[in-house]
């Protein structure tokens, strides 16, 4: 079957995995996936993520975060969709939980969290929302 939404597969995989607290997922590799990745790690909402073979595969390894036997993220949800593709200028970036979560946007600079891309005046596609 093939997959129709890539990065919301991988965010479904990190959700589920936090709720039946793995230490870790693992997701099919991607260039997007990757960026989306390394924002996350930025912000520090997971520990960290590694390249490897499944089944023949290049793919990822996803280490979870916890805090005091919390998860980390406790919302993380997709925006734009390949249904709805949803855009926003830099001064329109919606802010998550009045600053305390993050979104994340696909800009002409590459994937940034809405801060830098409010820093580096850049819009782009709201891909995720994190907090």
Known sequence: MALTDPLGDMLTRIRNGLQAKKDSVVTPSSKLRVRVLDV?????????????????????????????????????????????????????????????????????????????AREHNVGGEVLAEVF
């Not at 005091?68 to 993380?76: F, K, M, N, S, T």
């Not at 249904?83 to 802010?95: A, D, I, N, T």
């Open 40 to 116: 996350l790690q930025r912000e520090g909402y997971i520990r960290g993520y590694t390249s490897e073979e499944v089944a023949g595969h290049a793919g990822i390894r996803i280490e979870l975060k916890y805090f005091e036997g919390q998860p980390a993220i406790r919302h993380v949800a997709r925006v734009s969709k390949p249904g709805r593709r949803v855009y926003s200028g830099s001064k329109e970036l919606p802010r998550v939980r009045n600053g305390l979560g993050i979104t994340i946007v696909s800009t002409p600079r590459g994937v940034l969290s809405d801060a830098e």
